[in-house]
């Protein structure tokens, strides 16, 4: 087997349009570690050989006419199943829409394809896509590649194993509540998510989403260095007519002071032993490259962002989420929506009317900390990567694992891009486990996230290649 799946989106990318190697030995190299530890794990749950080989005979062709295939020519990447892939069910992980056929590409797919990815397979979520584990019965479970005894994460734990075993060079994911973030702090890897119409989004293949989902749900790209993530954004980031929230922002903005903030307990939060030592060696890292760093004890609400974006997200046709997740069966998903019976039922207008008011005077808030501090370090979660489906443990368990979510959750309630880094390794009660930190920005400035991410990065190894243990 060909060990062209080892390198980096950027290193790829640059070889195959010197021609050194074909797209096509990149494909079949993907595919072939795909074959040999997919099983293992579980991540890719739909893919087709001979159509990820067309693809990568395009770009072939497109070399051979001495034409430009673009910023991703004939990396392999994955998708998330919960977006169009034309010809391809978006099943989004449960029987429901095990039928739903795409008749056209999401403008993620489409905006992949336009800079010359090869889309080797689709990944696993958990059923519609609500939970911080990933598994649902149509798909069955995805492993952490890391340490099976931990959840990959979710919603995008299968784009965040995948590319921790080195399925695809980089993995598209999308983000409500922390759904890029936290998959790659507990496989080990990097995941950003955007600033909401950073990233156009349209699934024709399905009703048009309620204004929760589109004033919070974003795509975004996670890999295995930085690097790649920039790659993946440029590349995710081009415009699209059908989504009317795509904000023709610059991808690298105006320059700013090297002041960056540090806050290990964000209202309160109860903030773990080792995510606290790594997120002080991020900021001594940060400190050592000319930054000025300031510890805060206090940042603008992010407690009542979370409450408010969780209202935001599920009371928004709650009652019709509860009667599907019935009707599909899934345990995970009517944990999860029972447990935030409080927040999302029975919002009527008034109330709706008072979280958008309330989520504009929040969002100023934020925006004038960031004119301030142009960057902040804090926890992507409160505890390291929890023990897999502990949610369905009970109550207490669950409240648990919400309450250490917090500052993945608040996010996008302002429509704020975050970066989750990861750094290295801790212990846990499952054993080994990933550990990283969250940078986040104001809207629109995911470069400064990146640029942070890449100081962060810089003083450690590269990030290993999980090599999972067969089932």
């Given at each position: 087997?060909?060990?062209?799946?080892?390198?980096?989106?950027?290193?790829?990318?640059?070889?195959?349009?010197?021609?050194?190697?074909?797209?096509?030995?990149?494909?079949?190299?993907?595919?072939?570690?795909?074959?040999?530890?997919?099983?293992?794990?579980?991540?890719?749950?739909?893919?087709?050989?001979?159509?990820?080989?067309?693809?990568?005979?395009?770009?072939?062709?497109?070399?051979?006419?001495?034409?430009?295939?673009?910023?991703?020519?004939?990396?392999?990447?994955?998708?998330?199943?919960?977006?169009?892939?034309?010809?391809?069910?978006?099943?989004?992980?449960?029987?429901?829409?095990?039928?739903?056929?795409?008749?056209?590409?999401?403008?993620?797919?489409?905006?992949?394809?336009?800079?010359?990815?090869?889309?080797?397979?689709?990944?696993?979520?958990?059923?519609?896509?609500?939970?911080?584990?990933?598994?649902?019965?149509?798909?069955?479970?995805?492993?952490?590649?890391?340490?099976?005894?931990?959840?990959?994460?979710?919603?995008?734990?299968?784009?965040?194993?995948?590319?921790?075993?080195?399925?695809?060079?980089?993995?598209?994911?999308?983000?409500?509540?922390?759904?890029?973030?936290?998959?790659?702090?507990?496989?080990?890897?990097?995941?950003?998510?955007?600033?909401?119409?950073?990233?156009?989004?349209?699934?024709?293949?399905?009703?048009?989403?309620?204004?929760?989902?589109?004033?919070?749900?974003?795509?975004?790209?996670?890999?295995?260095?930085?690097?790649?993530?920039?790659?993946?954004?440029?590349?995710?980031?081009?415009?699209?007519?059908?989504?009317?929230?795509?904000?023709?922002?610059?991808?690298?903005?105006?320059?700013?002071?090297?002041?960056?903030?540090?806050?290990?307990?964000?209202?309160?939060?109860?903030?773990?032993?080792?995510?606290?030592?790594?997120?002080?060696?991020?900021?001594?890292?940060?400190?050592?490259?000319?930054?000025?760093?300031?510890?805060?004890?206090?940042?603008?609400?992010?407690?009542?962002?979370?409450?408010?974006?969780?209202?935001?997200?599920?009371?928004?046709?709650?009652?019709?989420?509860?009667?599907?997740?019935?009707?599909e069966g899934d345990r995970g998903a009517l944990v999860a929506l029972a447990g935030q019976r409080d927040k999302a039922a029975g919002a009527d207008l008034a109330s709706f009317s008072a979280t958008l008011t309330r989520r504009a005077t929040l969002t100023r808030l934020w925006?004038?900390?960031?004119?301030?501090?142009?960057?902040?370090?804090?926890?992507?979660?409160?505890?390291?990567?929890?023990?897999?489906?502990?949610?369905?443990?009970?109550?207490?368990?669950?409240?648990?694992?919400?309450?250490?979510?917090?500052?993945?959750?608040?996010?996008?309630?302002?429509?704020?891009?975050?970066?989750?880094?990861?750094?290295?390794?801790?212990?846990?009660?499952?054993?080994?486990?990933?550990?990283?930190?969250?940078?986040?920005?104001?809207?629109?400035?995911?470069?400064?996230?990146?640029?942070?991410?890449?100081?962060?990065?810089?003083?450690?190894?590269?990030?290993?290649?999980?090599?999972?243990?067969?089932?």
């Amino acid at each position: 087997m060909s060990d062209l799946w080892r390198l980096s989106a950027v290193e790829l990318a640059a070889r195959i349009r010197k021609r050194e190697v074909s797209a096509r030995e990149a494909a079949q190299s993907a595919l072939d570690r795909l074959d040999a530890v997919n099983p293992a794990i579980n991540a890719v749950v739909d893919h087709r050989p001979d159509d990820v080989l067309a693809q990568a005979a395009q770009v072939d062709a497109m070399l051979a006419r001495g034409e430009d295939p673009g910023p991703l020519a004939g990396v392999p990447v994955t998708v998330k199943i919960n977006v169009d892939q034309a010809g391809y069910a978006t099943t989004n992980g449960v029987n429901l829409q095990k039928d739903v056929i795409a008749a056209e590409n999401s403008p993620v797919v489409d905006n992949l394809l336009r800079a010359g990815a090869v889309i080797l397979g689709r990944t696993n979520t958990p059923a519609f896509s609500l939970r911080w584990f990933t598994g649902n019965a149509l798909h069955g479970d995805t492993l952490n590649p890391r340490n099976p005894a931990l959840t990959p994460g979710g919603s995008s734990g299968g784009a965040a194993a995948a590319v921790v075993a080195g399925i695809g060079h980089l993995a598209h994911g999308t983000d409500i509540a922390g759904s890029i973030r936290y998959p790659a702090y507990a496989c080990g890897v990097h995941g950003l998510r955007p600033s909401l119409g950073r990233v156009a989004a349209y699934n024709a293949a399905l009703p048009e989403r309620s204004i929760g989902g589109q004033l919070t749900a974003v795509s975004g790209p996670l890999g295995r260095s930085i690097a790649d993530l920039r790659l993946g954004l440029a590349a995710l980031a081009a415009r699209d007519v059908r989504d009317p929230w795509w904000v023709p922002a610059p991808l690298v903005g105006a320059e700013t002071p090297r002041r960056a903030a540090l806050c290990l307990n964000p209202d309160g939060m109860d903030t773990q032993p080792a995510v606290v030592k790594a997120l002080q060696e991020a900021a001594r890292r940060l400190s050592e490259a000319g930054w000025t760093l300031d510890t805060l004890d206090a940042v603008p609400p992010m407690q009542e962002a979370a409450d408010l974006q969780i209202r935001m997200w599920l009371a928004d046709g709650y009652d019709a989420m509860v009667a599907a997740a019935e009707k599909e069966g899934d345990r995970g998903a009517l944990v999860a929506l029972a447990g935030q019976r409080d927040k999302a039922a029975g919002a009527d207008l008034a109330s709706f009317s008072a979280t958008l008011t309330r989520r504009a005077t929040l969002t100023r808030l934020w925006e004038l900390f960031f004119a301030e501090y142009p960057v902040l370090l804090l926890p992507v979660s409160a505890e390291l990567p929890f023990p897999d489906k502990l949610d369905l443990q009970g109550d207490a368990a669950y409240a648990r694992v919400w309450r250490a979510q917090m500052t993945q959750i608040g996010v996008p309630f302002m429509g704020l891009p975050g970066l989750s880094v990861a750094m290295g390794s801790a212990m846990s009660e499952a054993g080994a486990s990933p550990v990283g930190v969250q940078v986040l920005a104001g809207r629109y400035r995911e470069d400064l996230c990146l640029d942070v991410g890449e100081i962060i990065e810089a003083g450690a190894a590269p990030i290993e290649i999980a090599q999972p243990a067969a089932r």
